[in-house]
């Protein structure tokens, strides 16, 4: 069974940075077709950038520009780079495959503030 640990969330004042981490481990494992998705405070989960097997990324208009998913096939990991961070960014954010999801795994929580 495929197990999913994301990592990498805190606290960032607006404008900072923060680089979440998402390892893919388990029987067949794999980082292909992997979204990173999150739900805020009362809110439905949302997917918010993807990247497909050939390696193209995908993201919701309201983070283009500012975040950034990129993939190590070697590790079997998915990174999201998030730059100038904004307070609704605030957030558990998540990783799963986008067309057939798995069990979700805990998230990390993004809180920006000052």
């Known amino acids: 069974q495929v197990r999913l640990v994301e990592s990498g969330g805190g606290l960032v004042q607006p404008g900072g940075s923060l680089k979440l981490s998402c390892a893919a481990s388990?029987?067949?494992?794999?980082?292909?077709?992997m979204g990173w998705y999150r739900q805020a405070p009362g809110k439905q989960r949302e997917l918010v950038a993807y990247?497909?097997?050939?390696?193209?990324?995908h993201y919701v208009d309201s983070v283009k520009g500012r975040l950034t998913m990129s993939m190590d096939n070697a590790k079997n990991t998915v990174y999201l780079q998030m730059n100038s961070l904004k307070p609704e960014d605030t957030a558990v954010y998540y990783c799963?495959?986008?067309?057939?999801?798995?069990?979700w795994g805990q998230g990390t929580q993004v809180t920006v503030s000052s």
């Open positions: 799963n495959y986008v067309l057939t999801r798995i069990p």
């Open positions: 388990g029987s067949f494992s794999s980082i292909h077709g």
């Open positions: 990247i497909t097997s050939g390696g193209s990324t």
